[in-house]
């Protein structure tokens, strides 16, 4: 039904601005009435950071910034719901226009600049929503004139676990001056030295709310060696791979095509799995990761999990194919998983990440 609604309005959204019709979706999609989806498929049922996911299949933040649509976004059969990039003090983010549909070429490009209503008001509006369950996720990430950035990162793991039930650790924005500088090995180890410390404080000797970490598509090999040891090293309980990139192929057609910012979509596909996979193979199955970046079909999510992937997240194919891929993803990675004689997806993770690794086809 929701599928059917935005083919019909699909032509209408996109005459207007990128960032008006992404608020105006978001608005809908909180404003419209919950939805109970289907039972998953068993085959897909996944367990990673100490969770239970009845699919593997997951909203990327972004797009629901603020904790505005959880429920709704829930509705649409998402496995789970990222929302932020959350702040611990209220930014309007950069100057508008700062969102670029690349229509040619199935991508998006934003320079949004962690906008966020703030720490307290994303915390207060999932505490309102806590008792209705789904498993939530909140990204984190500094303010742009934060003197400490990784202070803030503390500041966040202290206060938000009571309402949210994994944290990621987000320093791959392209769109916040310095950010990635906090990628660096010697920066990343005391950001999540202090982000753990504060994390294990607010548990107060109950149950840790699992932290990730979420890395650029853009990192040279000797940095991704960098960060992954620090992650297995801090005790971080999962890896996102990957944010937006700034790279800029040739392949691409569309006049927005040079626009400051951070790519996603299709384009971002080839780049983002094969450092999926690159990551997989440091891990050493020590923890989980989640593989995200042009995830646009069921053919696409099921190459994240060959490479590396316990679970998946999307966003950007949304705004050119709608809410009805969500279901389509579902059923064909439950239809693969069948296909390989199965009885869980979950046996396929990792299974080619060496030949994606070496660059073979995905």
């Known amino acids: 039904m929701i599928g059917s609604l935005f083919n019909l309005a699909r032509p209408l959204i996109h005459r207007m601005d990128a960032e008006t019709a992404h608020r105006l979706t978001v608005a809908a999609l909180a404003a419209a009435p919950s939805l109970r989806p289907a039972a998953d498929d068993p085959v897909l049922a996944t367990e990673a950071f100490g969770l239970s996911f009845s699919n593997p299949v997951g909203l990327a933040a972004g797009f629901d910034k603020h904790a505005e649509a959880v429920d709704g976004a829930l509705g649409l059969g998402f496995g789970f719901v990222e929302v932020g990039g959350v702040t611990p003090l209220p930014q309007p983010g950069n100057p508008k226009p700062r969102v670029f549909r690349l229509i040619e070429d199935a991508a ?154 951070g790519l996603s979509g299709k384009p971002l596909f080839t780049a983002s799995t094969r450092l999926l996979a690159e990551t997989f193979l440091r891990v050493e199955r020590q923890f989980p990761l989640i593989g995200v970046g042009g995830i646009d079909s069921a053919a696409t999510a099921f190459a994240k999990i060959r490479a590396g992937a316990d679970l998946v997240q999307f966003y950007s194919a949304m705004v050119f194919q709608g809410p009805g891929l969500v279901k389509a993803v579902k059923a064909g990675l439950a239809a693969e998983a069948r296909k390989a004689g199965l009885s869980k997806l979950a046996a396929m993770v990792g299974r080619d990440a060496a030949a994606i690794a070496r660059g073979e086809a995905i």
């Open 108 to 261: 998006v490009i934003n320079r949004y600049g962690l906008n966020s209503d703030g720490m307290e008001v994303v915390a207060q509006r999932l505490a309102a929503r806590r008792a209705r369950g789904g498993i939530v996720g909140v990204n984190l990430g500094a303010n742009k004139e934060s003197a400490d950035r990784a202070a803030d990162y503390a500041v966040l793991t202290r206060r938000l676990p009571p309402v949210t039930d994994f944290l990621t650790v987000n320093v791959s924005s392209p769109n916040t001056p310095g950010l990635r500088d906090l990628q660096a090995e010697s920066a990343l180890d005391d950001l999540i030295a202090r982000a753990i410390e504060a994390r294990d404080e607010a548990a107060n000797g109950g149950r840790r709310t699992p932290m990730l970490l979420k890395i650029a598509p853009d990192l040279t090999l000797p940095e991704l060696d960098g960060m992954v040891a620090v992650a297995r090293r801090r005790g971080i309980d999962g890896m996102i791979v990957s944010n937006t990139t700034i790279a800029r192929a040739e392949t691409l057609r569309s006049p927005a095509k040079n626009e400051t910012g």
